[in-house]
């Protein structure tokens, strides 16, 4: 089984630019999370979708946002880019929603630098 | 807000040692503890989990125990490798929010030969 597929690898782009990242699941897993990763935030949650709608969504500005198609695949983009949104965006994804669906499955991100 | 403390921030052992990693969380509500294993390169990988109902859990060499009176959580790696060398994780859940775990800072742990 396939695990959890994020593209591109890596992504160089400037200040003010926008920024589209792509997120397969594992087949059969209907939630996706995303996530960052900061040598000095750690690891912080961005958002949750399940069913094509976000369900979560963590301390981040209206910049970053994200949808999720019928297949389950998302998509997060990030607008009008900072020095500061350098960074390892991952996406994780778990079977479905509720107790018993805690487990995130984590691919291996997109490493974003921002010049 | 909620807060996953982590320590040691580094660990090194000789291999066949056993290495202990510690957590403290802050939200009475979260239930799920996942640890994971994050290698150079790639993303973290779930090693171990455990449920708030449940008071330790084992998996051959990798061990969880949880004490949710004192809100405290720790990682037991018995008769380690080269290979274990990697930065762990410790997660909490946020209570009622599915996919947003708070994630501690991270260990280092190098297993030398």
């Known amino acids: 089984k396939a695990g959890v597929t994020q593209t591109p690898r890596y992504l160089i782009k400037t200040r003010g630019q926008q920024v589209t990242l792509s997120c397969s699941p594992i087949?059969?897993?209907?939630?996706v999370s995303w996530y960052q990763q900061t040598p000095g935030q750690g690891l912080q949650f961005l958002f949750e979708?399940?069913?094509?709608?976000?369900?979560n969504k963590g301390n981040f500005p209206g910049r970053f946002s994200g949808r999720q198609f019928s297949n389950s695949r998302s998509e997060m983009n990030v607008s009008t880019l900072e020095l500061g949104d350098s960074a390892l965006y991952l996406c994780?994804?778990?079977?479905?929603?509720?107790?018993?669906?805690?487990?995130?499955?984590f691919g291996s991100g997109t490493q974003l630098s921002v010049l | 807000g909620e807060n996953v403390e982590q320590h040691p921030s580094t660990l090194s052992v000789q291999e066949g040692d056993s290495a202990v990693i510690k957590c403290t969380y802050s939200d009475s509500a979260s239930n799920y503890f996942p640890w994971y294993k994050q290698e150079l390169g790639k993303g973290p990988q779930l090693i171990i989990d455990i449920r708030s109902n449940v008071g330790e859990k084992k998996d051959q060499r990798i061990a969880v125990t949880l004490n949710k009176t004192a809100k405290h959580f720790s990682l037991h790696i018995t008769e380690t490798q080269p290979e274990d060398s990697a930065v762990y994780f410790c997660a909490a859940s946020i209570g009622g929010s599915q996919g947003n775990l708070i994630f501690g800072k991270g260990t280092k742990l190098s297993v030398k030969p």
């Open positions: 979708y399940f069913s094509e709608t976000q369900r």
């Open positions: 994780a994804s778990s079977l479905a929603r509720g107790v018993g669906n805690e487990k995130l499955f």
């Open positions: 087949s059969g897993h209907r939630s």
